[in-house]
């Protein structure tokens, strides 16, 4: 699979890929500005924020612990067919989230999202990969890239709209559309060269007959439509058959009862009937070839890793109250892996997947990129409420504007050098640009964002690096490693970034409290012993403040140097170029 030929339309399909990997992005965040109004559906308020927490790492722990087993599904049984149901997994997430109408029901839907977006990036970079020889990935790559970021920006932008004319369950809905739209798009492509083949396709009209009244009754359950429950003549059965526990939930009725039946019904379907929409013994038995153990193995060790960093308030705590119960049971599980990877016969990453010295530098310089880049996304707005902008979550965060809008920019660049340039020097210069940056802010005063011209200026150099080095990064992990191994390769580069941001705040949070502490002086110290709090215990309190995000800039521009330079080091056998091949436009 490395010719654009063995694809129809590959730039369209890239095109697809592309969309639906920026509006999974988009998803991210989507939930900035929507969140107050999802708690209070589920049932909790404003206070409960802490409760409200697995809304946010439900998403996240469906985006990473499942991207290895996704990334070698798709090196397995081929790129589209994953990118198609990642697709429909997201579209399924959306409607649960939709239709929500508890915390555990918004979960869920969240979790789902978070698997079928998470595995459109890892298969998405392996389809570049597939379609452009080497020297000419740079672009494509720095397009997966650029869009990837982008949902940073137009995912609350994105959300406030909806917001602004509707619901937050609308935002879901319209995620629903648009995934099954891409899905139809990406499924029609790839069957091209299939209907050559096969121009009489069978059409499973029992299995999406089935799925249709399942999701109908599903819906019907979920809502529970006024006009229908409070009804004299089509009210009955919603009701309940007892009036507490499991008896009294609305499952425990007849159309809950209906849509168990159907689900049923569907899953017997798809897993004993002729030619089904969905081959579930088919793709079980992919599953099964992946490796499930080892992959079952890593989402506990990469799930502990979420849940102990995820859920904990980054500006106080290193991580949550469960952490360390979370980490000792994340080691256990790595420690398994690790173990089963050695002696499995077939193991969840293929032995000598990441043989090549610039492949397995990939995953060290993503993850020190997420380590620096989190600090940014961070700890800029805590700055920036602390300075100027006070309670206001919104004027703090649109702080970031700049920075957010130079990354896709800059990804783009990188994509564009990577065709002339060694990928070393790419994503060493990026470094640079980012940690000059973060020295830059590390002399910020409390006055400084005043100053929109300057600091604006540190913002977009700051986020113009990172995405220089999102690219050249990619490409030198596709250019060491196999083709068959594409997708659980950039799975683990993926998660590698995502681990890097997780444990880089916490590590960062920990210099920045120590700091703080070093600064801070007691009341009685400030003020007098005895006196009680007093102007000047504030405003030494303001100042500890900005020493502690004064000291997690420098630990974030140190995780930048530490990326620039392993790229320098590592990326020196990376062949991701042609040194003959002139810097000219995509289709060149």
């Known amino acids: 699979m490395s010719t654009a030929n063995r694809f129809a339309g590959p730039h369209a399909l890239l095109g697809l890929a592309a969309v639906a990997v920026a509006f999974a992005a988009a998803d991210t965040y989507v939930v900035v500005l929507s969140l107050p109004e999802?708690?209070?559906?589920?049932?909790?308020?404003?206070?409960?924020?802490?409760?409200?927490?697995?809304?946010i790492s439900g998403f996240l722990l469906g985006y990473v612990a499942m991207l290895p087993l996704i990334g070698r599904i798709a090196d397995l049984r081929g790129r589209l067919p994953v990118l198609t149901v990642s697709l429909l997994v997201f579209g399924l997430g959306s409607l649960v989230t939709a239709a929500a109408y508890d915390l555990p029901s918004l979960v869920t839907g969240r979790f789902l999202q978070g698997?079928?977006?998470?595995?459109?990036?890892?298969?998405?970079?392996?389809?570049?990969?597939?379609i452009y020889p080497v020297e000419r990935r740079g672009i494509p790559l720095g397009v997966v890239g650029a869009v990837q970021e982008l949902g940073s920006v137009i995912g609350p932008l994105y959300g406030a709209v909806v917001l602004a004319f509707g619901t937050w369950r609308d935002i879901f809905w319209i995620n629903l559309a648009v995934g099954l739209v891409l899905a139809a798009g990406i499924s029609a492509l790839g069957r091209r060269q299939a209907d050559a083949d096969h121009p009489r396709r069978h059409v499973d009209a029992i299995g999406l007959a089935l799925a249709a009244a399942w999701i109908a009754a599903l819906l019907l359950v979920m809502l529970q439509p006024d006009a229908l429950i409070t009804s004299v003549d089509w009210g009955g059965p919603f009701v309940p058959f007892g009036d507490?526990?499991?008896?009294g939930s609305i499952w425990a009725s007849q159309v809950g009862l209906v849509a168990i039946g159907l689900g049923v019904l569907l899953i017997g379907w798809l897993t004993l009937g002729r030619r089904p929409f969905f081959d579930v013994r088919d793709w079980w038995s992919t599953v099964r070839q992946a490796d499930l153990l080892g992959a079952l193995l890593l989402a506990v060790a990469l799930g502990g890793v979420i849940l102990a960093f995820a859920t904990a308030n980054p500006e106080v705590q290193v991580f949550s109250d469960q952490g360390p119960f979370y980490l000792a049971a994340s080691a256990?599980?790595?420690?398994?892996?690790?173990?089963?990877?050695?002696?499995?016969?077939?193991?969840?990453?293929?032995?000598?997947?990441?043989?090549?010295?610039?492949?397995?530098?990939s995953l060290l310089v993503s993850f020190f990129i997420g380590a620096a880049l989190i600090a940014a996304l961070v700890d800029i707005p805590v700055f920036a409420r602390l300075t100027i902008y006070g309670d206001s979550q919104v004027k703090a965060a649109l702080v970031l504007v700049e920075l957010l809008v130079a990354l896709p920019v800059g990804a783009l660049v990188g994509g564009y050098l990577t065709r002339a340039f060694p990928a070393t020097l790419i994503t060493a210069g990026g470094m640079v640009c980012a940690a000059v940056g973060f020295g830059l802010m590390s002399r910020w005063g409390e006055d400084a964002l005043e100053n929109h011209l300057a600091t604006g200026a540190v913002l977009a150099l700051t986020g113009l690096g990172f995405g220089l080095a999102l690219a050249p990064v990619n490409a030198a992990l596709l250019?060491?490693?196999d083709a068959a191994v594409h997708g659980v390769t950039s799975a683990m580069l993926v998660v590698s970034r995502m681990v890097g941001m997780l444990i880089g705040i916490s590590a960062l949070t920990t210099i920045g409290?120590?700091?703080?502490?070093?600064?801070?002086?007691?009341?009685?110290?400030?003020?007098?012993?005895?006196?009680?709090?007093?102007?000047?215990?504030?405003?030494?309190?303001?100042?500890?403040?900005?020493?502690?995000?004064?000291?997690?800039?420098?630990?974030?521009?140190?995780?930048?140097v530490v990326a620039g330079l392993l790229a320098l080091v590592l990326f020196r056998g990376a062949q991701t170029r042609n040194a003959d091949t002139p810097l000219v436009g995509w289709g060149a």
């Open 513 to 560: 409290l120590r700091r703080y502490y070093a600064v801070a002086q007691s009341v009685d110290e400030v003020c007098g012993e005895g006196r009680g709090l007093c102007d000047k215990y504030q405003d030494q309190l303001g100042d500890a403040g900005i020493a502690q995000l004064h000291a997690i800039f420098v630990g974030a521009g140190i995780s930048a």
């Open 244 to 247: 507490d526990g499991i008896a």
């Open 38 to 55: 999802m708690m209070t559906a589920a049932g909790l308020s404003g206070e409960e924020l802490q409760r409200a927490a697995p809304i």
């Open 332 to 361: 256990a599980a790595a420690a398994g892996f690790a173990v089963h990877q050695r002696h499995a016969a077939a193991p969840l990453i293929p032995r000598g997947a990441f043989a090549a010295l610039p492949a397995i530098g």
């Open 115 to 130: 698997v079928g977006g998470g595995g459109l990036v890892p298969v998405t970079l392996a389809l570049v990969a597939d």
């Open 479 to 481: 250019a060491s490693t």
